[in-house]
């Protein structure tokens, strides 16, 4: 909650009371009391240590967190697996109910948030705010400057043509190369066939940024909490907040 509040019904949703407009209606019906005065109309905002009740029940969001996980190779991006392997929500002790934006592949290593705010969860993959992610991509053979072409008009993939990428060649020689890539989509394994596609299988793969987030001194294996400014600034990129409209 910032210091300019949080409005009272989203709050309530965010409590698990109902839907954003159903707490509306209840808030209208004047079923609900702040630090003990009935609210009777919309646009109240909560800050922190207001008392808000119900129905005569106190409503109690779950305090919103924000990870920022360097996954190591042989993780699942995921809160479980049927399989019993190892998941990323196992790397950040919390009692919150976390779980990844997005996924990175079992063997890829690199940056991923976690969180319980499913509202940014959402806002973040939605294919319209264009999140940069860059890659470092280690591949077999030589990659030229066709290549790199190639990566930054589009290729075409089984499930369409990928956005322009922007692609930078870091090293390249017959045994292999590695280039830094940064995609706005999210398609499965997306680098992975991108690089197939261009006859050069992917050897190791490794995000090492997320919209403004990077993993300088963050090593793999290890997390951190995201500060305010840094989950303001996501929601920002996000649009959260202009959907909601302040
Ligand atoms: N692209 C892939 O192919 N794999 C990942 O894990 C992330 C992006």
Not at 68 to 91: E, H, Y
């Amino acid at each position: 909650m910032g210091s300019r509040g949080e409005r009272l019904q989203k709050y309530m949703a965010r409590a698990g009371v109902a839907s954003r407009r159903k707490c509306e209606e209840l808030i209208l019906a004047g079923r609900v009391t702040v630090n003990g005065q009935t609210v009777k109309e919309l646009g109240v905002r909560i800050h922190s240590g207001d008392i808000v009740v119900c129905d005569g029940r106190t409503v109690t969001p779950e305090p919103l967190e924000y990870y920022l996980v360097n996954k190591p190779a042989g993780v699942i991006s995921a809160v479980s697996d049927g399989r019993g392997r190892p998941t990323v929500t196992g790397l950040v002790p919390s009692r919150q109910r976390l779980f990844p934006i997005g996924r990175l592949d079992r063997d890829t290593t690199g940056l991923l948030i976690l969180t319980n705010d499913g509202r940014l969860a959402h806002q973040l993959m939605h294919p319209r705010f264009e999140v940069d992610k860059v890659y470092r991509v280690e591949v077999k053979g030589k990659v030229t400057a066709a290549d790199l072409k190639r990566l930054r008009t589009g290729i075409r993939l089984d499930d369409g043509v990928t956005t322009p990428a922007a692609a930078r060649l870091v090293s390249a020689g017959d045994a292999g190369s590695i280039i830094e890539l940064t995609i706005h989509e999210g398609r499965k394994r997306q680098v992975r066939r991108m690089m197939e596609a261009l006859g050069h299988p992917v050897t190791r793969l490794h995000r090492c940024r997320y919209a403004t987030l990077t993993d300088t001194g963050l090593r793999v294996g290890d997390y951190r909490a995201l500060d305010r400014d840094e989950v303001a600034e996501l929601e920002k990129i996000s649009g959260k907040e202009e959907n909601e409209g302040g």
